[in-house]
């Protein structure tokens, strides 16, 4: 017979369930709510704890060396480094940027490799208050020279490896007498005009820093410069202040990255992905980082095992690799409990998770210069997170969140009411992705304020309020999930890189034969974003297309232009479309794409082999797509 006590209890869980069961009829998306805004308020909370302690990033990782000295903070190539070594280095770096009498804020430009030098040369700079400009050591040429020079930066850092060098060889003259060090190699190795770093590591002392040398330090003073690409063509650098540097810091919180965690690493350093995520977030909890060189599908389980990862930082592009790798028995056994990233496709999603038994994907969605981001914490698959009528109220309480806005494609603009006020979508709907401006924002790129203009809306909700514009459309479903849709405007995405269309036009703009360009990104089944496709239009409207023209073209992007930012596809029209205000439509070309069946226009792909622009027809599409480009 139960007791009054067993009554009691089952009496109670039962109201508990019932009461459960009214709310979820009342309000059927509460589960899914406090899965998302809990975490959320949660990191929000840190970080507006960290702005108002100013626990700025070098303090944090001073704290930690102090703290656990001997700890592992990096993995590189099966060598440990603990925070007290990685410290020591950062002191020398220091030490020597010291003697280059530089002042707070001045700038230092950094070519290195995903390597332990990327990360102390960092931490050394932030420790005198000099900001670091991450090079993308990819760059070659032209938009290297541009990157180093946008930067003004007073001294370049190159990374051990002598492509990098070679590379910095080429463009020497362009540097006007900037002074070079190069880490990796004796001054006895160096050609004219370069000095050596690893000289000067070697004599340098590791004693600590004074931090009155960097008390001037504040929320809005750069720590780093991100490049991106963007409208006006080669990368811009994005700027990463401090208070930033703390709000990124405390992201992984959403999923309660701690001390204990070890986080895998293939994702270039430069990108945000890697350091503002990785890096940044490992330093705030005192985790440790596993950097690769570069990425290898093939070792990625087998280092992951060997270093007891648990967490995974990706793009989409980098696990549809991973999941292409032949099946192995071991594909389920690893420590990993949780994969971040971005771009994930649902397909592979679906895969990876299965596959590998991955409890937990946390997919978002932000941009480096942005002002915010949306992240999915509850598994759905295919989303970057949800926008339920519960960020209403969060927005009531000054809590800042993004938002959804009618979009005109056609005038590539926000639609607007009869008052001159933005529109927020309905579920069902798709709409232009935006975010509030915070107080410690310091302008969004280095460079003239026409750069930061673009990317503001202002007037939005009411007057005098400005938003930050990321440039991309998103779907908002009847549960409330927001999913990516497509960007706007003068970038895409190919091979987990932004290609930047005016930068494509104007090294197209600049043959002889071509009167105007118009260059967009188009799908491609089985691949991640979009692939470049530019249309042409000859100056002589009534001329056919030859081979000299089609390999000039294929010379002149593989001379100026990035492998990624190479269009894949070229369309020769005769006329383009323009909208009222003169701008090139691309909602046709878009919605076309390269397809022979549907173009009457001469189409061609970028032929690696043959060195030029070969025909793309009926016959030879097919295989073309199940190559996979």
Same mark, same amino acid.
């Given at each position: 017979m139960p007791g009054k006590r067993d009554i009691a209890l089952g009496t109670a869980a039962g109201v508990t369930g019932a009461a459960l069961v009214a709310w979820r009829t009342l309000f059927p998306y509460i589960v899914d709510d406090i899965k998302t805004y809990g975490p959320m308020i949660k990191t929000t909370i840190k970080i507006v704890k960290g702005m108002k302690n100013a626990e700025y990033l070098v303090d944090v990782f001073e704290r930690q060396v102090a703290k656990h000295p001997k700890k592992i903070f990096l993995i590189f190539e099966d060598k440990s480094y603990s925070f007290e070594f990685v410290n020591e280095m950062a002191n020398k770096v220091a030490n020597i940027?010291?003697?280059?009498?530089?002042?707070?804020?001045?700038? /230092?430009?950094? /070519?290195?490799?995903?390597?332990?030098?990327?990360?102390?040369?960092?931490?050394?700079?932030?420790?005198?208050?000099?900001?670091?400009?991450?090079?993308?050591?990819?760059?070659?040429?032209?938009?290297?020279?541009?990157?180093?020079? *946008?930067?003004?930066?007073?001294?370049?850092?190159?990374?051990?490896?002598d492509e990098l060098l070679e590379s910095m060889l080429a463009i020497h003259d362009g540097l006007q007498g900037t002074p070079i060090y190069v880490q990796g190699k004796s001054q006895s190795e160096l050609p004219f005009g370069f000095m050596s770093m690893e000289d000067m590591m070697l004599r340098a002392t590791p004693v600590n820093i004074c931090k009155l040398i960097r008390s001037k330090v504040t929320d809005t003073t750069p720590m780093c410069f991100i490049y991106t690409s963007g409208t006006t063509g080669l990368p811009k650098p994005a700027i990463i202040n401090q208070a930033k540097g703390i709000a990124t810091s405390k992201m992984y919180s959403l999923f309660d990255y701690n001390e204990k965690d070890v986080v895998y690493v293939v994702t270039p350093l430069y990108h945000s992905a890697a350091a503002t995520n990785c890096f940044f977030n490992s330093i705030d909890t005192g985790a440790t980082m596993v950097i690769r060189k570069k990425f290898s599908a093939s070792h990625f389980w087998e280092d992951i095992r060997k270093h007891n990862v648990t967490v995974i930082q990706y793009i989409g592009e980098l696990l549809r690799y991973v999941?292409?790798?032949?099946?192995?028995?071991?594909?389920?056994?690893?420590?990993?409990?949780?994969?971040?990233?971005?771009?994930?496709?649902?397909?592979?999603?679906?895969?990876?998770?299965?596959?590998?038994?991955?409890?937990?994907?946390?997919?978002?969605?932000?941009?480096?210069?942005?002002?915010?981001?949306? *992240?999915?914490?509850?598994? $759905?698959?295919?989303?970057?997170?949800?926008?339920?009528?519960?960020?209403?109220?969060?927005?009531?309480?000054?809590?800042?969140?993004?938002?959804?806005?009618?979009?005109?494609?056609?005038?590539?603009?926000?639609?607007?009411?009869?008052?001159?006020?933005?529109?927020?979508?309905?579920?069902?709907?798709?709409?232009?992705?935006?975010?509030?401006?915070?107080?410690?924002?310091?302008?969004?790129? $280095?460079?003239?304020?026409?750069?930061?203009?673009?990317?503001?809306?202002?007037? /939005?909700?009411?007057?005098?309020?400005?938003?930050?514009?990321?440039?991309?459309?998103?779907?908002?479903?009847?549960?409330?999930? *927001?999913?990516?849709?497509?960007?706007?405007?003068?970038?895409?995405?190919?091979?987990?890189?932004?290609?930047?269309?005016?930068?494509?036009?104007?090294?197209?703009?600049?043959?002889?034969?071509?009167?105007?360009?118009?260059?967009?990104?188009?799908?491609?089944?089985?691949?991640?974003g979009r692939a470049g496709m530019a249309a042409i239009a000859l100056n002589d409207k009534d001329s056919d297309v030859t081979s000299d023209m089609l390999s000039a073209v294929y010379r002149k992007c593989h001379h100026e232009l990035p492998a990624y930012a190479r269009p894949v596809f070229l369309r020769f029209q005769r006329d383009f479309i323009v909208t009222q205000t003169m701008k090139h439509r691309k909602v046709e070309l878009v919605r076309e794409g390269f397809d022979p069946f549907k173009i009457t226009d001469p189409l061609y792909y970028i032929d690696n082999k043959n060195k030029t622009y070969s025909s793309l027809t009926t016959s030879n599409a097919g295989q073309l797509l199940l190559s996979r480009l």
């Open positions: 940027a010291m003697s280059w009498n530089l002042q707070l804020n001045d700038i /230092v430009a950094t /070519v290195i490799y995903n390597e332990p030098a990327f990360v102390w040369t960092f931490l050394g700079l932030q420790k005198i208050g000099l900001a670091d400009a991450f090079i993308n050591y990819h760059l070659t040429s032209k938009p290297l020279l541009h990157s180093l020079k *946008v930067s003004e930066a007073k001294v370049i850092i190159v990374g051990a490896g999941v292409a790798v032949p099946k192995s028995p071991l594909d389920g056994v690893h420590n990993v409990r949780i994969a971040y990233g971005n771009g994930l496709r649902p397909d592979i999603w679906k895969e990876f998770q299965s596959r590998f038994k991955i409890p937990w994907i946390m997919e978002m969605f932000g941009a480096t210069e942005g002002t915010s981001a949306i *992240v999915n914490t509850t598994n $759905k698959i295919g989303a970057i997170g949800r926008l339920s009528p519960l960020s209403n109220f969060m927005i009531a309480v000054g809590f800042p969140t993004v938002r959804l806005i009618k979009y005109d494609p056609i005038e590539d603009a926000p639609l607007r009411d009869k008052n001159g006020r933005c529109i927020p979508i309905k579920p069902g709907e798709q709409g232009l992705f935006i975010s509030p401006i915070p107080d410690t924002h310091s302008g969004f790129y $280095k460079g003239p304020k026409q750069m930061d203009e673009k990317k503001i809306l202002r007037d /939005v909700f009411e007057k005098g309020d400005f938003f930050f514009s990321f440039g991309d459309l998103m779907f908002l479903d009847t549960d409330y999930y *927001v999913y990516f849709r497509d960007r706007v405007g003068d970038t895409f995405r190919w091979k987990g890189e932004n290609v930047s269309t005016r930068e494509v036009c104007d090294v197209l703009s600049t043959l002889d034969f071509i009167h105007d360009v118009n260059v967009y990104g188009v799908h491609v089944a089985g691949t991640e």
